[in-house]
């Protein structure tokens, strides 16, 4: 009998409650909007969607939020893996009620679970130029094995010099495109955070690179864009990563997430920086002329950079933890 599992009813602590809200506070999101909100019932915490935050010019069909959420879930599990609990996952059905986590019998984590977990607290995102240093062999193999979590996502790195002047090609008139889309250019300048404010949310204007490949990932007014040449020098120079999945429902858009948050914590638990592009996939041309030729079609999901970081960067400040949770959520 002393060797049969049993379930642990009781409810979460107050003390497990939060350290799972300041793991999942601490997921990267598209804009800093921190799309999300949790209940938790007895032993099971569940994650949903917020639907009133939603940067309609940049993220129109809410792909973007749902990576985001996706991140968050990742951030979930690994807190909840920390705290000693198997971590037990069950998808919902309703697209705002996303999905729920049951912490049941014991399971101590592993190191890798417990490595992510701690690098939670220190990643941050990237936008500026890395220095010279390449990413080395050993790990982008290991930032690879991360984003390729599941079984639906695909990941590859972006290579040789025909690779890159493609992807440049691509980047640079995604960046044209929404440097001169003023709706675009309104709705992102007031998601940039003044720094004279406390309000949470936002991008830090610090933050933003203004020239270089993390700088067009995210184009602003200032952003100046350079020559197809020069760009893809960069992408040469840089580790690009990008994840795909075969479908474009809201499951892949959750498995983009934990892929892509999984290869950033590994990331930075290796001392590397990394930044997020998704801007440009918002553009059904970008994202088509990413598919490799000739092979089974996948949807793309996210760029990703990673280097050694050559300055610190500022990071982006959350809600109150308190507001993180709603039982009733919209």
Same mark, same amino acid.
């Given at each position: ?99 729920? &986590?049951? @912490? !049941? +019998?014991?399971? #101590? ?6 490595? /992510?977990? *701690? =690098? ?98 995210? &184009?602003? @007014? !200032? +952003?100046?864009? #350079? ?6 020098? /960069?992408? *040469? =120079? ?59 079609p996948d949807s793309i999901q996210a760029l990703m950079r990673f280097g050694h970081p050559a300055t610190i960067v500022p990071r982006s400040t959350r809600r109150p933890l308190e507001e993180i949770f709603n039982d009733n959520p919209r």
């Amino acid at each position: 009998m002393d060797d049969i599992e049993r379930v642990d009813d009781r409810p979460w602590s107050p003390e497990e409650v939060a350290t799972i809200a300041r793991a999942v506070n601490r997921a990267p999101s598209v804009h800093n909007t921190q799309p999300w909100s949790l209940s938790v019932h007895d032993r099971v915490v569940e994650l949903h969607q917020r639907d009133d935050i939603a940067p309609s010019q940049y993220d129109p069909e809410g792909r973007d939020r749902l990576i985001s959420c996706g991140a968050a879930l990742t951030n979930l599990v690994l807190a909840i893996r920390e705290l000693g609990w198997r971590a037990e996952l069950a998808f919902g059905d309703d697209p705002r009620q996303l999905a729920s &986590v049951t @912490g !049941s +019998t014991r399971l #101590p984590p592993s190191e890798a679970e417990l490595q /992510r977990y *701690e =690098a939670i607290a220190h990643r941050a995102s990237h936008r500026r130029p890395f220095d010279s240093r390449p990413v080395s062999g050993p790990d982008e193999e290991a930032l690879l094995s991360a984003a390729e979590c599941l079984p639906s996502l695909r990941a590859r790195w972006i290579t040789g010099s025909e690779e890159a002047l493609h992807l440049a090609r691509l980047l640079t008139y995604a960046a044209r495109v929404q440097h001169a889309d003023e709706y675009y250019q309104r709705e992102l300048a007031s998601w940039i955070a003044d720094p004279t404010e406390s309000k949470p949310g936002g991008v830090p204007a610090k933050a933003l690179g203004t020239q270089g490949l993390g700088a067009v990932g995210l &184009v602003s @007014g !200032s +952003t100046h864009v #350079p020559d197809e040449a020069w760009l893809a020098a /960069r992408v *040469e =120079a840089e580790s690009v990563l990008l994840l795909s999945t075969p479908d474009d429902g809201v499951r892949a858009h959750l498995d983009a997430g934990a892929a892509l948050q999984n290869a950033w914590l590994e990331a930075t638990h290796r001392a590397l920086g990394a930044s997020v592009m998704t801007q440009c996939l918002q553009l059904d041309e970008v994202r088509e002329g990413l598919a490799q030729p000739g092979h089974q079609p996948d949807s793309i999901q996210a760029l990703m950079r990673f280097g050694h970081p050559a300055t610190i960067v500022p990071r982006s400040t959350r809600r109150p933890l308190e507001e993180i949770f709603n039982d009733n959520p919209r």
